[in-house]
């Protein structure tokens, strides 16, 4: 999957892949779990993650990107900043769109209601009763 975003007048090909998580995860030091906590961590409260990290994420998915379309990336790595001020709130969206299920939410569904959360988590039925 390709998504797009769009500096200065020109579209770029955008590819959250195992490239780009696999770099961004190196970059940062972390182990795979760490990271993977981290990442979980940061769709549920953004406002909590370290934020410099979607830098180094843009870099290598715009990599991943220019390689599956096969052009050559003509934005260097110190605009990046740049860049997500730009397009801050659709590369977020990017990102949650690529995400495995399994740092999605822990495998939560978000359209699902409580109490299916809670059975599948527990592995108990729930029962409600009714109110007279």
């Known amino acids: 999957m390709v998504e ?16 780009a998580l696999k770099m961004t995860r190196k970059e940062s030091g972390k182990n795979e779990g760490d990271f993977n906590k981290s990442m979980q961590e940061s769709l549920k409260h953004p406002e909590k993650f370290d934020i410099e990290i979607y830098e180094t994420m843009l870099w290598f998915a ?11 990336l003509d934005i260097p790595r110190e605009k990046m900043e740049f860049v997500l001020d730009g397009c801050f709130t659709e590369f977020m969206a990017i990102i949650e769109k690529f995400q495995p299920k399994e740092l999605q939410s822990a495998g939560e569904k978000k359209d699902e209601p409580e ?15 009714k109110q007279l």
């Open 4 to 19: 797009y975003i769009e500096y200065k007048g020109k579209k770029y090909a955008v590819r959250v892949s195992y490239y």
């Open 62 to 72: 715009l990599l991943a990107g220019a390689e599956f379309e096969d052009t050559k």
């Open 115 to 129: 109490g299916n959360r809670s059975q599948r988590r527990t592995g108990k039925t729930i029962v409600k009763k």
